[in-house]
C-alpha cells in the first residue's frame, strides 16, 4: 500500500514546472497519499503554493556558494536527507535525465519503489528498483516526466502546468504599475534573460524591437531580468544588459525582480510574453500566456512551451543573437493583434 510519494528534481525552474502535470496526476490518482518535494533553493518558489504538494525539502547546491560555505551546507543536505529517510516514504520518482547524483539522491531516501531513468542503452540500476529506459524519441519533458507514473499505474496525456502567484506580490505589482503606467493599455512583458550564451539576444535587438511595437500599438512594456552582475561567479544576472535598454528607451517600465516570487508575479500581469529559452518561458506557458519566444540550441520538441500559444524563432545556426528583430515583431504583432480584437 502507497501511503507516501516523493517527487525529486535537482535541475532548474523550467524542468521543475515540467513535473507539475505528473505531480497533479498523482494527487488525482491518489488523493490521500502524502506528497513530497525534494527541490533546490534556486527552483523552490516555484512550487510554493501549490496545493497538490503536502510538503517541500529544500537543499542548496553547493556550486551556487563560495567555497568557504560549502561544508555548512553539505552538513545541512545531510540532515535533509536524514529527515527524508524518517518519513519513510513508499515510492519516489527521480525525474529528469540519468545522472548518478540524482540516482543516489533517490536511494538516499530510503523509498521502497524508487523509479528512475537509465540510459537508453542500460536497463538496470542498482540505485532504481523500476528502471525505466530513457527513450531515443524527443518527447517533452512533461511527457516524459509523465511517464515515470506508469509503475503507479497512472497513464494517459499530462495536464496543463501549475504555478501559484503569490497574491502579495500580486498587489505589490499593481501598485507600482497604477503609480507610472495606464493602467487601459495592454502590458507586453521582455524578459531578455537565459542561462545560455547560445540563447542570449542583444540589449540592442530588444531596443530595436520596443521601439517597433510602440511606434505601432499603443501598450506598455515591462522589463523583467535576472538580476545581478553579469560578473557574478554564481548567479549571473543581467543588470547591465536592462541599464542599456532602461538608458535608450525612457518609456519602457523597469521592474527588477529580487526573488522568483516576484518574478512569477510580474508574469502574471502580462498579455504577452516576449522572452528567450528559459525558465521564464516556461512560467509564463505554466500562467496561460501567449509567448514569443527566442531560442537558441534548444530542442523545441522537448522544451517548447507545453499547453499555450507560443511562436518559436530559432536560427538554423541554432543561436539566438541571428534571429532577426523584424520576425520577432512580426510575431508580437500576431499576439497584440489577436489581444486588440478581443478587447473590441
Not at 505528473?22 to 525534494?38: C, E, F, N, T
Not at 535608450?248 to 527588477?256: D, F, G, Q, R, T
Request: hydrophobic letters at 40%; charged letters at 25%.
Amino acid at each position: 500500500m502507497i501511503r507516501k510519494i516523493l517527487f525529486i528534481r535537482r535541475d532548474n525552474i523550467g524542468d521543475l514546472i515540467c513535473t507539475t502535470p505528473a505531480i497533479s496526476a498523482v494527487r488525482q490518482a491518489y488523493p490521500d497519499v502524502k506528497i513530497g518535494i525534494l527541490v533546490n533553493t534556486y527552483n523552490a518558489e516555484v512550487v510554493m503554493n501549490n496545493p497538490d504538494i503536502d510538503e517541500i525539502y529544500v537543499y542548496q547546491k553547493a556550486k551556487h556558494i563560495p567555497e568557504k560555505n560549502k561544508l555548512i551546507v553539505w552538513l545541512n543536505n545531510i540532515k535533509i536527507l536524514m529527515k527524508l529517510r524518517e518519513e519513510k516514504y513508499d515510492c519516489a520518482i527521480a525525474c529528469g535525465t540519468y545522472s548518478a547524483r540524482l540516482a543516489r539522491y533517490t536511494y538516499f531516501s530510503g523509498a521502497k519503489l524508487r523509479i528512475g531513468y537509465v540510459s537508453y542503452n542500460t536497463s538496470k540500476s542498482f540505485f532504481y528498483n523500476y528502471a525505466k529506459i530513457d527513450s531515443k524519441n524527443s518527447l517533452h519533458e512533461v511527457e516524459r516526466v509523465f511517464n515515470l507514473l506508469e509503475p503507479l499505474g497512472i497513464k494517459g496525456k499530462p495536464g496543463k502546468l501549475k504555478i501559484y502567484p503569490s497574491q502579495f506580490e500580486i498587489q505589490n505589482l499593481k501598485i507600482f504599475l497604477e503609480k507610472i503606467s495606464n493602467k487601459n493599455k495592454p502590458l507586453i512583458a521582455f524578459h531578455i534573460s537565459s542561462r545560455k550564451p547560445e540563447n542570449r539576444w542583444s540589449s540592442e535587438n530588444f531596443i530595436d524591437l520596443a521601439r517597433l511595437i510602440f511606434n505601432n500599438y499603443d501598450v506598455n512594456i515591462l522589463l523583467l531580468w535576472s538580476p545581478g552582475s553579469k560578473d557574478n561567479p554564481f548567479h549571473p544576472g543581467d543588470d547591465e544588459k536592462a541599464k542599456i535598454i532602461i538608458k535608450n528607451l525612457p518609456e519602457i517600465i523597469p521592474y527588477k525582480t529580487i526573488n522568483l516570487k516576484q518574478l512569477i508575479a510580474a508574469l502574471n500581469m502580462a498579455s504577452v510574453v516576449v522572452c528567450l529559452d528559459g525558465g521564464a518561458m516556461h512560467i509564463a506557458a505554466a500562467l496561460g500566456k501567449p509567448i514569443v519566444t527566442i531560442w537558441g540550441s534548444t530542442d523545441p520538441n522537448r522544451w517548447r512551451p507545453w499547453g499555450v500559444k507560443h511562436i518559436i524563432l530559432q536560427d538554423a545556426n541554432k543561436k539566438a543573437e541571428n534571429v532577426k528583430v523584424i520576425d520577432v515583431f512580426e510575431a508580437t504583432s500576431t499576439f497584440i493583434e489577436d489581444l486588440l480584437k478581443n478587447d473590441t
